[in-house]
């Protein structure tokens, strides 16, 4: 069993920023990919931004530029800087892990820009 337990999220003015944490914790033998995804009201989850196990990333077109993906693997956690945020990017947004032969998500935590 694997818990994931996001943070961080609330609500801000656009042109804000927010860091978001993720803390996994139970069977964690080795983490291979890291990521947030975000889901919007009415709209489909989406892939926010990825990390490897190399500290390879990739990011969707929305955010590149002002968001960051990072990992502390002695800590088992994921961490999302949200730079610049727009009224757009409000969506409960969630943490994934990928592990040999297992997915987690996390229960999401919300962000909400006002502009």
């Known amino acids: 069993q694997v818990q994931l337990v996001e943070s961080g999220g609330g609500l801000v003015q656009a042109g804000g920023s927010l860091r978001l944490s993720c803390a996994a914790s139970?069977?964690?033998?080795?983490?291979?990919?890291a990521g947030w995804y975000r889901q919007a009201p009415g709209k489909e989850r989406e892939l926010v931004a990825i990390?490897?196990?190399?500290?390879?990333?990739n990011y969707a077109d929305a955010v590149k530029g002002r968001f960051s993906i990072s990992r502390d693997n002695a800590k088992n956690s994921v961490y999302l800087q949200m730079n610049d945020l727009k009224p757009e990017d409000t969506a409960v947004y969630y943490c994934?892990?990928?592990?040999?032969?297992?997915?987690?998500w996390g229960n999401g935590t919300q962000v909400t820009v006002s502009s």
């Open positions: 994934a892990i990928r592990q040999p032969g297992m997915f987690s």
């Open positions: 139970g069977s964690i033998f080795s983490i291979l990919n």
């Open positions: 990390i490897t196990g190399a500290g390879s990333t």
